[in-house]
């Protein structure tokens, strides 16, 4: 063949868009159930298309698929399922409770600790772990990589000279050190802090308070996580590492799982794409036959009642529990509630029947259905506006009250914090969400996110491949993310004007006054004669 002809059949596989059985690494450090079950069907959807993926997680596939490999976490750290005791809510004591915004800054701190605690503590195990390490040693055409409480994989990949592009996954909104990995603008005057309640639109207080928060939760990352996860590696490894801030600055991409009908909008770069609903499986399995008859044989409709899978909900107190029986008990419509605590074909108390668990986003589609109350964890909300069901929002903590917030400024939910929970406002927010408007609102507001140029699994697919044919060759960041503070807050040209400003103002100054004293001078001349 003639060079020519050589060159072209190159260029020709370079740019098709098929990628064959590229190699996939899938890092999930984490032990919430959540945040991976959002992306197992995009690591599930690469396996299917020929890619050889292999994933170190938690929780390794029930049912192994051909081109999969499993690397379990399991034993390594403690996995809590319905484990969050709600008592913890009630206690409200001591000074700080006193004043609401250090009250609020202080239980969010209390909040997060848990996260350090966990990361560190699984980044020791993880720097012995051999199956790990072998793992990581292995050459890979993309690592995807939970972008949450942890960078000590990114440590890990340093000591074993992995290379490979990677692309950041966030299950939740993203944490407020993720934007400066791919110089993604996160101004805190309309991009709220994932753990408040406000939205995009701010008063002065919020925006002192979210600019505060953005401030302290980076430099909390960093002290409370990425100082100790680098001092581990570097004890253990007797080899210098740099700074996880560094490393962390090179994602090649970042996806998110989230969508702005719902989230509210911030500034993007290229390199971050918002996959919201990826995790949703849009086929109709049959219900369980008890929930079935019980939604066959309802008038009025039903409402669906969940706290997720991490609250456990026997746990509410007995004084909560009953403004919510209290509250439910007065609706003409029937309640299902994902009660652990209850028998197996479900416990029936007046309207309302509590089961141990349900299939969630099969019944929130069902047409009898008509709205969800729930914690406000992100997957629910999802599920819920994908099926156009209006929500009253209970939110307990981390990331669920400014779902809730988001999800009300949107305009198909009503928020009742859980800490203010009054059988009043139950019952109020009850009558705003089965209203015909907000029913109506709720379906407009659905058909609206449901509207994209591809399905969000689809698209997560686009991209990820996209990183594999083309590498670090085709980055995607702003260039914000290698630009020091003061070049970014323009702080070197506010002072070259400022500096600038005054040269001009002294200099008119001595020429106004030359003039004034040439004028007065003559003046003063002419006066005399
Ligand atoms: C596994 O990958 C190979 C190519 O690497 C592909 O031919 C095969 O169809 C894949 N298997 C499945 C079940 O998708
Ligand atoms: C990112 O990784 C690539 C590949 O290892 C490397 O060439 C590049 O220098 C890295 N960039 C930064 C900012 O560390
Ligand atoms: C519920 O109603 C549907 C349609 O009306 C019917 O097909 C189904 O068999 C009913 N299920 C039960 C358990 O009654």
Same mark, same amino acid.
């Given at each position: 063949m003639p060079p020519k002809l050589i060159l072209s059949v190159l260029l020709l596989c370079a740019f098709s868009n098929d990628v064959h059985s590229a190699r996939v690494l899938g890092l999930f450090p984490h032990t919430g159930k959540s945040h991976q079950m959002v992306f197992e069907p995009l690591l599930r959807t690469l396996a299917e298309r020929g890619h050889q993926v292999t994933t170190v997680s938690f929780f390794p596939l029930k049912d192994p698929i051909e081109n999969?490999?499993?690397?379990?976490?399991?034993? +390594?750290?403690? +996995?809590?399922?319905?484990?969050?005791?709600?008592?913890?809510?009630?206690?409200?004591?001591?000074?700080?409770?006193?004043?609401?915004?250090?009250?609020?800054?202080?239980?969010?701190?209390?909040? =997060?600790?848990? !996260?350090? /605690?966990? *990361? $560190?503590?699984?980044?020791?195990? !993880?720097?012995?772990?051999?199956?790990?390490?072998?793992?990581?040693?292995?050459?890979?055409?993309?690592?995807?990589?939970?972008?949450?409480?942890?960078?000590?994989?990114?440590?890990?990949? %340093?000591?074993?000279?992995?290379t490979a592009p990677k692309v950041a996954l966030s299950s939740c909104n993203l944490v407020p050190w993720s934007a400066n990995r791919i110089g993604l603008p996160d101004n805190p005057a309309y991009v709220p802090f994932v753990s408040t309640s406000f939205t995009t639109r701010m008063t002065f207080a919020q925006r002192l308070e979210n600019t505060f928060l953005n401030i302290l939760y980076k430099a909390w990352f960093y002290y409370k996580v990425q100082a100790k996860e680098r001092a581990i590696l570097e004890k253990h490894f007797r080899t210098n590492i740099p700074d996880l801030r560094i490393l962390a600055k090179n994602y090649s991409l970042m996806l998110v799982n989230t969508f702005h009908t719902l989230n509210g909008i911030r500034p993007m770069v290229p390199a971050l794409v918002e996959v919201g609903g990826m995790h949703l499986d849009h086929s109709r399995k049959a219900l369980p036959h008890y929930i079935e008859r =019980?939604?066959?044989?309802?008038?009025?409709?039903? +409402?669906?009642?969940? =706290?997720?899978?991490?609250?456990?909900t026997a746990t509410i107190p007995k004084y909560k529990e009953d403004i919510i029986v209290n509250a439910l008990s007065k609706l003409k419509q029937r309640v299902i509630w994902k009660y652990e605590?209850?028998?197996?074909?479900?416990?029936? #108390?007046?309207?309302?029947?509590? $089961?141990?668990?349900?299939?969630?986003?099969?019944?929130?589609?069902?047409?009898?259905?008509? *709205?969800?109350?729930? %914690?406000?964890?992100?997957?629910?909300?999802?599920?819920?506006i994908s099926a156009g069901k209006p929500m009253v929002v209970v939110p307990f903590f981390g990331d669920q009250p400014a779902n809730g917030a988001a999800a009300a400024a949107a305009g198909f939910a009503k928020v009742v914090p859980y800490m203010e929970l009054t059988e009043k406002a139950l019952t109020e927010a009850l009558d705003f969400v089965l209203s015909a408007e907000t029913r109506?609102?709720?379906?407009?507001?659905?058909?609206?996110?449901? /509207?994209?140029? *591809? /399905?969000?699994?689809? #698209? *997560?697919?686009?991209? #990820?491949?996209?990183?594999?044919?083309?590498? %670090?060759?085709?980055?995607? %960041?702003?260039?914000?993310?290698?630009?020091? =503070?003061?070049?970014?807050?323009?702080?070197? $040209?506010?002072?070259?004007?400022?500096?600038?400003?005054?040269?001009?103002? #002294?200099?008119?100054?001595?020429?106004?006054?030359?003039?004034?004293?040439l004028v007065f001078s003559k003046e003063n001349k002419l006066k005399m004669h």
């Open positions: 999969y490999t499993d690397i379990s976490l399991e034993g +390594i750290y403690e +996995i809590r399922l319905e484990s969050l005791d709600l008592s913890m809510f009630e206690t409200t004591s001591g000074i700080l409770s006193k004043i609401p915004v250090l009250n609020r800054i202080s239980r969010q701190l209390s909040e =997060f600790q848990p !996260l350090a /605690d966990a *990361a $560190v503590s699984i980044c020791e195990e !993880l720097k012995t772990l051999s199956p790990l390490a072998d793992a990581l040693k292995r050459e890979y055409d993309v690592i995807l990589m939970e972008n949450f409480n942890s960078d000590c994989m990114l440590g890990l990949l %340093h000591v074993y000279g992995n =019980f939604l066959n044989e309802s008038e009025h409709g039903v +409402i669906l009642l969940s =706290f997720g899978s991490l609250i456990k605590n209850s028998g197996e074909e479900g416990t029936l #108390t007046g309207n309302i029947l509590r $089961v141990k668990w349900l299939p969630q986003y099969e019944l929130l589609q069902h047409k009898k259905i008509i *709205a969800f109350i729930a %914690h406000g964890g992100l997957l629910g909300m999802t599920e819920a109506v609102k709720a379906r407009l507001v659905s058909s609206i996110w449901l /509207d994209r140029q *591809a /399905d969000p699994l689809e #698209t *997560a697919v686009y991209w #990820t491949e996209r990183v594999i044919r083309w590498g %670090h060759a085709a980055p995607l %960041h702003s260039a914000s993310r290698d630009m020091p =503070f003061y070049q970014l807050a323009l702080l070197d $040209v506010i002072a070259a004007f400022t500096v600038a400003i005054l040269i001009l103002v #002294t200099l008119l100054w001595f020429i106004l006054s030359a003039v004034y004293r």
